[in-house]
C-alpha cells in the first residue's frame, strides 16, 4: 500500500513541478540564474529535486529544468525528467519558439516536442502516441504556449502589475489544459524546520482546467495548487517561488527554495 501510494504521489508530484519552478531571468545581457527547490511529501518525505536554469536578453529567453527522484522515492518510482524552452521577446510578450521534453520513468522514455509558429500554429513533433491516443487537432492548440513559459509569463506579469490574474492555454505534447491563476493576497512567511526564509510574500492560486486530456493513465497530474512568490531576494526585485504547495489524494506536497545563484546573489536557504 505504501509503495503504491508514494508511487501515485511521485507521477502527479513531477507533473506538476516539471512546470510550476520556472525562477527569475537577468533583466540585461546573458547572465544565468539557477533556482534550486526541494519537493517534500507526505511524513516529510523527501521525493524530488528540481533545478531551472533561466536566461534574458534581448533578443529572447531559454529556461532549462531537470528533475529528478531522491531518497526512498527512488527505490519505487525511478523518475529523470528533462524540458527547456527557447523563446522570443517581442516588447512584453513571450512567443516560445520550440518546446522538448525528455522523460525517463522506471526504464520507459518518452519525448515531447513542440514547435510554435509565428503565426499562431503549433507543431507537435512529440515521439509515436498510442493507437488509442487522445486526438487533438492543429485548430485546438492554436495560440498555446508550453508549461515553462506559462509560469513565466504569470512571474513577469506578477513583477510588473502585481498580480496573479491570469488565464494561459498549454499545450505540452501531451494534453491541452488552461492554466488559471488568481490572487491569494499576502502572507509573511517565517523559518520552519525545512527552509530559513522569511519575509512578504504573494501569494498566486493554481488550477488546471483539462481541455482534452491524455489517455495515459501513467501520466496523472495536479489540478490546483498555490505558490508563494517573494520580491525581496535578488536586487532588481523579479518574483521567485520560494514556497509550492498542493493538495493530492495521497497528501500534501510542499516544495521549498533551496538555492538561488543570480545577479550577484549566492543564496542557500534549506540544509539539504
Known amino acids: 500500500?505504501?509503495?503504491?501510494?508514494?508511487?501515485g504521489l511521485l507521477v502527479i508530484t513531477?507533473?506538476?513541478?516539471?512546470?510550476?519552478?520556472?525562477g527569475p531571468a537577468p533583466a540585461s545581457g546573458d547572465d544565468r540564474v539557477d533556482v534550486r527547490?526541494?519537493?517534500?511529501g507526505f511524513a516529510g518525505l523527501h521525493v524530488l529535486t528540481n533545478q531551472t536554469s533561466t536566461t534574458e536578453n534581448a533578443n529572447g529567453y531559454s529556461i532549462a529544468m531537470n528533475l529528478d527522484t531522491r531518497g526512498l522515492a527512488s527505490a519505487f518510482v525511478d523518475l529523470q525528467s528533462r524540458s527547456e524552452v527557447q523563446g522570443a521577446l517581442a516588447g512584453e510578450v513571450l512567443r516560445p519558439a520550440a518546446y522538448r521534453a525528455d522523460v525517463k520513468r522506471n526504464g520507459f522514455d518518452r519525448h515531447y516536442g513542440v514547435k510554435y509558429l509565428g503565426d499562431g500554429t503549433v507543431v507537435d513533433n512529440s515521439g509515436p502516441k498510442s493507437a488509442d491516443g487522445?486526438?487533438?487537432?492543429?485548430?485546438q492548440v492554436r495560440g498555446t504556449v508550453d508549461q515553462l513559459t506559462a509560469y513565466f509569463l504569470?512571474?513577469?506579469?506578477?513583477?510588473?502589475?502585481?498580480?496573479c490574474q491570469l488565464v494561459v492555454p498549454v499545450f505540452d505534447g501531451s494534453e491541452l489544459y488552461k492554466l488559471h491563476f488568481s490572487d491569494l493576497g499576502q502572507e509573511t512567511l517565517s523559518?520552519?524546520?525545512t527552509q530559513s526564509f522569511s519575509g512578504m510574500t504573494k501569494v498566486c492560486d493554481i488550477?488546471?482546467?483539462?481541455?482534452?486530456?491524455?489517455?495515459?493513465k501513467?501520466?496523472?497530474?495536479?489540478?490546483?495548487?498555490?505558490?508563494?512568490y517573494a520580491s525581496s531576494l535578488v536586487p532588481r526585485g523579479h518574483m521567485i517561488p520560494v514556497r509550492i504547495q498542493y493538495d493530492t489524494v495521497f497528501g500534501a506536497v510542499t516544495g521549498y527554495l533551496a538555492e538561488l545563484n543570480g545577479e550577484g546573489v549566492h543564496l542557500h536557504l534549506t540544509s539539504q
Open 1 to 7: 500500500m505504501f509503495s503504491a501510494r508514494l508511487a
Open 14 to 22: 513531477a507533473a506538476f513541478f516539471t512546470s510550476a519552478v520556472v
Open 37 to 40: 527547490v526541494e519537493v517534500f
Open 134 to 139: 487522445a486526438h487533438i487537432d492543429a485548430g
Open 154 to 163: 504569470l512571474e513577469r506579469q506578477l513583477a510588473k502589475r502585481g498580480t
Open 191 to 193: 523559518p520552519d524546520s
Open 207 to 216: 488550477s488546471r482546467e483539462v481541455v482534452i486530456a491524455s489517455n495515459d
Open 218 to 228: 501513467l501520466e496523472g497530474t495536479y489540478q490546483h495548487g498555490k505558490i508563494w
